[in-house]
């Protein structure tokens, strides 16, 4: 949910200044304070107070508002627990992968048509070398070919292994800046993915000796990968800091390059006590700094299911208790309009509320001789939206249109349509409905059509058109048509269908995701009536839809 603010937010520092998140104050944060915890004496050498670890592992942590911290405060960084069957991979498919996060490529060669993983390595890592050559054998059953570069003192194994490539890609993606494990592997439990990780900090990662213990780094251009393994490594019990070195113009060797952004994880290993604390299921992450920054904008809040709270950069906050988050927002709206005799307006809406507003508005329209009234309406978010557009032709020659566009997705209901009222003879009217309900969703379709005695020679026409995009989302007719006059034109067309699985078929083998084929023909059946709107409303409308199918928006 979405509201604008005005005012200060907390900016909280913990350790790993990565992991640096902002929050309005009065935002609970899941914590233990530290004066709760403290140990009874006054600070030395002009640290924090001391706490018992003792009490301070045995303490359950409270919500408290994010205005309220203090430094030194403790934020609970779970350890976020896979859930269901483990996928079957076996170990030496994980090392390898490792091996492929940490110095691998996937490709097709040019010349010869062949798929092909290769793996980097300097000519000094002949453990790793080995390992490789051994596990590509076992995995794919193939002899991998080596070929040695003297003049850069490195080393390349690879394979040509069609089913090795779509594993790596699958699971790990392509490129040091995209690679990022797939929900599969992050669904592992911390046993499972060991090997993996061994492995990449084989293949990138470095350590020092330090006096309490071994200083462990691993590298990587790819922030997504860096937040992934920092989770992973949280599962093995190992809270590791992230650091980011800018990127920039380099040279290596005199040849002028741009280096990306480095995303660096840090921890010690064999350390007994460091300043975050393993509390089993969580850490106990100190905060370093909290600051208040100006801010004006828009600010966001999660509203989840039970227990109501989720993580922001890893650390566990709960949804906002202000009450403009907790209880369901209003907007009706009135707009009414009077069309003089010969004029012509139109009148066009695109509205995507939150998903706690309940739409309800009126709109009316008056219009007199000879003139033109359009209303374009566009519905995409809200819970609930009820909005019927209007038109009183009330002289001979007037003229009213109503385009609506409704679509609703999970826990939506977008009731829609149009009143056309026509008072004098000789008047036009057109109502062009389409309606795209998924997920569970609702759209109807609400009309009235009135013509009065005395209003010979009225035309007037309705069509309702539906496109429903799964097997529990619903749509709804209700026409009402009101004719006290013999001489009047009355057309009324309704259809209701699904995404055919030929279309689906026929995009999709053309090479096109089937999301964005679902998302080309849900924009094709509105497209008779987005191409009314001004180009950049037209813009808007189709990218919210393309927001809409990614469920990404209301």
């Not at 995409?380 to 997705?409: C, Q």
């Not at 569970?440 to 005395?454: I, N």
Request: one cysteine or more; glycine letters at 8%.
């Amino acid at each position: 949910m979405v509201r604008p603010y005005r005012g200060d937010l907390i900016e909280i520092q913990p350790i790993s200044r990565y992991n640096t998140f902002r929050l309005t104050p009065e935002h609970p944060v899941l914590v233990v304070r530290r004066e709760d915890v403290r140990v009874r004496r006054r600070p030395r050498n002009g640290w924090r107070p001391e706490v018992d670890t003792r009490r301070l592992l045995q303490t359950q942590p409270v919500y408290v508002p994010a205005g309220e911290l203090q430094e030194g405060d403790f934020l609970v960084f779970p350890k976020i627990k896979p859930e269901g069957d483990p996928p079957p991979f076996t170990p030496e498919q994980l090392r390898l992968l490792g091996y492929y996060l940490a110095e691998g490529s996937a490709y097709v060669h040019k010349t010869l048509n062949q798929p092909v993983v290769a793996f980097s390595f300097g000519e000094h890592e002949v453990q790793a070398i080995e390992e490789v050559k051994r596990l590509i054998h076992q995995v794919t059953g193939k002899k991998p070919q080596v070929v040695r570069v003297p003049g850069k003192h490195a080393v390349t194994v690879s394979v040509y292994s069609r089913e090795l490539m779509e594993f790596c890609l699958e699971h790990a993606g392509k490129g040091a800046a995209n690679k990022q494990l797939s929900e599969a592997i992050m669904a592992l439990p911390p046993e499972q993915v060991a090997p993996l990780l061994e492995a990449y900090f084989a293949g990138d990662g470095n350590r020092s000796p330090r006096r309490s213990g071994e200083l462990r780094r691993i590298a990587t251009a790819s922030e997504t990968l860096a937040r992934q393994i920092q989770e992973l490594l949280a599962r093995q019990g190992i809270y590791a800091s992230i650091q980011v070195r800018k990127g920039g113009p380099d040279s290596i060797r005199g040849r002028r390059i741009q280096r990306r952004d480095q995303f660096i994880l840090t921890w010690t290993h064999g350390r007994r006590m460091g300043e975050v604390r393993d509390a089993g299921d969580y850490f106990l992450v100190p905060i370093k700094a909290i600051r208040r920054v100006p801010y004006e904008g828009f600010v966001f809040n999660l509203d989840v299911e039970d227990p109501n709270s989720y993580l922001v950069r890893g650390f566990a906050v709960h949804n906002c208790t202000a009450p403009i988050y907790t209880t369901d927002s209003l907007h009706s709206a009135v707009v009414e309009i009077i069309v003089k005799p010969g004029a012509r307006v139109r009148y066009t809406t695109i509205q995507n509320w939150s998903t706690n507003v309940y739409n309800l508005v009126t709109k009316r329209a008056v219009v007199y001789r000879d003139a033109v009234m359009e209303w374009v309406d566009c519905n995409l978010g809200s819970k609930v939206t009820m909005k019927y557009p209007s038109v009183y032709l009330m002289e001979p020659g007037a003229r009213g249109e109503i385009l609506s566009i409704a679509f609703a997705g999970r826990g939506q209901h977008q009731d829609a349509g149009g009143k056309a009222i026509h008072a004098a003879p000789h008047t036009r009217s057109r109502i062009i409905s389409k309606s795209i309900s998924k997920d569970g969703g609702r759209t109807s379709y609400r009309g009235l059509v009135r013509v009065y005695p005395g209003a010979e020679g009225s035309t007037v026409s309705v069509n309702c058109d539906a496109l429903i995009l799964d097997e529990i989302s619903r749509s709804d007719t209700y026409p009402y048509m009101e004719i006290e006059e013999d001489n009047v034109t009355i057309g009324h067309e309704a259809t209701v269908s699904k995404i055919s699985d030929e279309q689906l078929f026929y995009l999709m083998s053309r090479g096109i995701p089937q999301e964005e084929a679902a998302a080309m023909i849900v924009t094709g059946f509105v497209e008779p009536l987005v191409k009314e709107l001004p180009m950049e409303y037209a813009v808007e409308m189709n990218r919210l839809i393309r927001l809409q199918m990614s469920g990404s928006v209301g």
